[in-house]
């Protein structure tokens, strides 16, 4: 059985859900370093444009779908990664900053047996 890439904490989908009332269908992409470190970034879906460098983890909360950027998948690629939330502001534009909170990225790493299945079954989607 091929793992998911991406999960996020009840916690995590409660305010996802929140978010979707307010502001519509929702997208993540997983920050590279710019505005709040390598934090996810939540945003009205299609507000971030996406392009042929950017990778499909999978999704969340049923359809929200969490991009990466491919340099950074082949460097977490080996990592399954959680959205969580917690209490604080980050100095992003991310959707729930003005709610109190903020998304934040908890990973652990793949076993040999799902990492195997997760290369036999090949790279996710690109932007294209």
């Known amino acids: 059985m091929v793992p998911t890439r991406v999960t996020a904490t009840p916690e995590a989908e409660a305010m996802m859900r929140s978010?979707?009332?307010t502001h519509g269908p929702l997208m993540f992409h997983q920050s590279g370093g710019c505005c709040d470190?390598?934090?996810p970034m939540c945003f009205p879906r299609g507000?971030?444009?996406?392009g042929a460098q950017d990778v499909l983890l999978g999704h969340v909360a049923g359809d929200i779908p969490v991009w990466?950027?491919?340099?950074?998948?082949?460097?977490w690629?080996?990592?399954q990664i959680m959205i969580d939330i917690v209490p604080g502001r980050g100095a992003g534009m991310s959707l729930e900053s003005p709610e109190g909170v903020r998304f934040?990225?908890?990973?652990r790493v793949f076993t040999?047996?799902?990492y195997v299945a997760l290369e036999a079954a090949g790279d996710p989607a690109d932007g294209n």
């Open 19 to 21: 978010l979707t009332r």
């Open 37 to 39: 470190g390598s934090a």
């Open 47 to 50: 507000e971030f444009r996406v």
């Open 68 to 75: 990466i950027g491919r340099a950074q998948f082949d460097y």
């Open 77 to 79: 690629r080996h990592t």
């Open 104 to 107: 934040i990225v908890r990973s």
């Open 112 to 114: 040999d047996e799902e």
